[in-house]
């Protein structure tokens, strides 16, 4: 019965390191069951050193305002190549 119990709860844990830390390698139906993990769409920080430049990182800078930046990961923001989409230069 303990070893059981063990079996179980070493599972448990495997499955439930899977889904925090590697969840776009889950299977296709457990993804849609399952709820997102909060590891698989972090936040990313917005802002600007000192010389001007944009830099997005995934720690907010300490010395300098930022802004915080979600990515939707349903959704894709580049255009998938031969789609149509990207502009033509025919001229």
Same mark, same amino acid.
């Given at each position: 019965?303990?070893?059981?119990?063990?079996?179980?709860?070493?599972? &448990? !844990?495997?499955?439930?390191?899977?889904?925090?830390?590697? =969840?776009?390698?889950? /299977?296709?139906?457990?993804?849609? $069951?399952? +709820?997102?993990?909060?590891?698989?769409?972090?936040?990313?920080?917005?802002?600007?050193? &000192? !010389?001007?430049?944009?830099?997005?990182?995934?720690?907010? =800078?300490?010395?300098? /305002?930022?802004?915080?930046?979600? $990515?939707? +990961?349903?959704?894709?923001?580049?255009?998938?190549?031969?789609?149509?989409?990207?502009?033509?230069?025919?001229?």
């Amino acid at each position: 019965m303990k070893r059981t119990l063990l079996v179980v709860l070493a599972l &448990a !844990a495997a499955l439930f390191a899977w889904w925090r830390l590697a =969840p776009d390698t889950l /299977p296709g139906f457990a993804q849609r $069951v399952v +709820p997102r993990s909060p590891e698989s769409n972090p936040p990313l920080y917005k802002w600007r050193d &000192a !010389a001007g430049a944009w830099h997005v990182t995934d720690a907010p =800078p300490a010395d300098r /305002p930022y802004e915080t930046v979600v $990515v939707d +990961p349903d959704v894709n923001v580049v255009p998938a190549y031969g789609s149509g989409e990207e502009e033509r230069d025919d001229d």
